[in-house]
Each structure stands twice: as structure tokens, then as C-alpha cells.
């Protein structure tokens, strides 16, 4: 296993300064996002996606993750909404050719949320017609695709994500086990999922609150990095505390608490 910070846990940095900032930990890896200021811009991707990707590899950081979302937020065009599927698969091809040309080999889109007149169960079928038609054209490009499940999606559960990945073969996680421990699930219940993850994020947390200072969250992040040894995972593990309204993760020093996790996590892998 391998740490990698993310662009988006810094919304004030520039992309060379968040590489400068990686590297100055000792951590060789960030994964790429498009949100704040080190972000891609979803325009340039759609407009020239071979381009925009080859300009990444100028900055000489590992980039294992690329996290993209169809609209400008969460609702904005999620993928369980019927009406934008068709939109959606055309910009993930686009999407596929930005990240081979960048060389990034993990993609993570987010499940969708409900939609106006859906019920949860309609919701889900609906995000599992556009993954099962996505996970081909990455699956072409030897590229993996994941989702990750978050608060106010409609993986709210360990057993919501089970259903969603049952349903789309090769479908793969990024796993945040912040968003189950916030919602009150204990840590064993999230377990199970370390054998879907092909991608982590790491982050305290406790019952209603996503994200938590080190001393006060709940997760007990040596018990989790032994789950995913013994699920034979391999992967990026990725310091990813934020400053952002969403779930009001506004407070907390990323620096310091990015630096603290990083040691913790020294000490296991």
C-alpha cells in the first residue's frame, strides 16, 4: 500500500502547489479532481481531453485517481437520473481519453442521489443501467472504474452498496469509511467492503460528523488497514481531509491533520 493526497483537500492551491506540498511530505502520489483551484477543467477535458491529460504528466507526480462529476454538483446530472444518460456515456468516453492520456488508471464517479419522483430502488436501477454501460468502455482501456459511497447518495449503506455492485460486474469502490461511521454504521459493518475497494480515503471521523479531529473520531484506522491487508488490497490509501461547506468539514487544520495521518499510517503499511 501507497498514500496519495488529493488536489481537492487543498480548494486554494494551485495544481504545482499542491504537488509541491505532496512531495514536501514525502508522498509521491495526488489524485486528480475537478473541483477548486488544482482542478481539471471540465471544459478543457470535454473540448480537448488528449491534451488536457498529456499536460499532467509535466508535473512528474504519480496521479493514480481521477475523480469526475457530470454536473456541477452532487444533483446536477447524476448518473441515476434517466434523462442525462446519454450525455453522461458520451462524456465518459471523453473522460476515458483524458485519463489515458494522463495516465491515470483509476476513475471514481460518484452513484447518484434521488431524484425527483424516484424512490431509492428506482434510483439505484437507473445508476446501474449507466455503470454497467460505462464499466465496458473502461474496462476496453484497462482503465478501473469506481464509485464511491457518500452521505445523501443512494449508497447510504453498506447494503445499498452491495445491491448497486451486485447489479454491475467489474464495478469496483473507492472506499471513505467517513461516510458510514458518519451516519452512525459501526466500523465492522463497513468491513465487508474492503474486498470491492480498489481505491481508500482516509479520514477521522465519528457519528455525525464526516470529518473529526485525530484524537476525537471513532475510526480505528489500524483495525481498518489490517482488513485491507487480509483482503489482499494493494492500493493507494489517500490522506483526504478537506476544507468544504459539504458536511461542514470547514474547521479542521488540513495540514496538521493530513501530517498526522501520515505518520499513523507509516507505522502500519
Known sequence: MKMALATWSFPYCSLPEVVGITKALGIDAVDMGID?????????????????????????????????RFGENLDERNIAHPVFFEENLADFEKVISFCL???????????????PGQSVVDAIEVSAKAFNAFIPIAAEAGITLTFEPHVRSITESPSATLNLLNRVPGLKLTLDYSHFVCLGFHQEDIDPLAVHAAHIH????????????????TINFPAMIGTLKNAGYEGYLVLENVHQTYMNTLYDDVLTETIRMRDLVRKYI
Request: glycine letters at 10%.
Open 202 to 217: 482516509l479520514r477521522q471521523a465519528k457519528p455525525g460528523e464526516l470529518q473529526a479531529k485525530h484524537e476525537y473520531g
Open 36 to 68: 477548486y483551484k488544482a482542478s481539471v477543467g471540465r471544459e478543457a477535458l470535454l473540448a480537448d481531453p488528449k491534451s488536457t491529460g498529456l499536460a499532467l504528466r509535466d508535473y512528474n507526480v504519480d496521479m493514480p485517481c481521477f475523480y469526475y
Open 101 to 115: 492520456a494522463a495516465g491515470i488508471e483509476i476513475i471514481f464517479i460518484l452513484p447518484g442521489v434521488v431524484n
